[in-house]
């Protein structure tokens, strides 16, 4: 089966480091997705920073749909990668990458690939994904004035 790739992007006025921080904040992706709860797979009672080969469940608030992503590339304030490990969405693969703006900022890009399925999912895989960097960018910024 043929696989579909998707790519959007999105300036932010914070730094890369806020950015990049936003993204491994599993708790906040409530706040600036429609994802209902995104959680992080560790032991009871461990905490410690995200790491590459560490699990998240995705539960979305449009029917609770749930998948589960492995973590599998992190660099810091550069990039972070993942990939569908179960889930409706299997074969799905993304990474945000993070640029410096020209002008001060963020550059981000996220891009994602998919296992080809009909015509009309695509189209919404590909809005969907717009939605994710607009919104992204959105709240790293209210991250930024928050801290003013």
């Known amino acids: 089966m043929s696989s579909f ?3 959007a992007a999105s300036c932010s006025s914070a730094p890369a480091a806020v950015v990049y921080a936003v993204l491994l904040d599993a708790e906040s992706w409530a706040s600036w997705t429609s ?3 995104v959680e992080m797979e560790l032991p009871a009672g461990v905490e ?3 790491r590459v080969g560490d699990r998240r469940t995705i539960r979305s608030r449009l029917g ?3 998948c589960r992503e492995r973590i599998v590339e992190l660099i810091p304030n550069q990039r972070f990668s993942y ?3 179960a889930g409706p969405l299997a ?3 993304g990474s945000v990458n993070l640029t410096g703006a020209p002008h001060g900022g963020t550059e981000i890009t996220w891009s994602a690939t998919y296992r080809r399925t009909l015509p009309l999912l695509d189209m919404l895989r590909r809005r969907r994904l717009q939605v994710l960097v607009h919104d992204l960018a959105s ?3 209210s991250v930024v004035n928050r801290n003013s």
Do not use: F, M
Request: charged content about 20%.
């Open 91 to 93: 074969s799905h693969q």
């Open 139 to 141: 709240y790293a910024n």
């Open 35 to 37: 994802y209902y709860e």
């Open 5 to 7: 790739a998707v790519t």
């Open 83 to 85: 990939e569908q490990a």
């Open 48 to 50: 410690r920073p995200v």
């Open 64 to 66: 609770r749909v749930s």
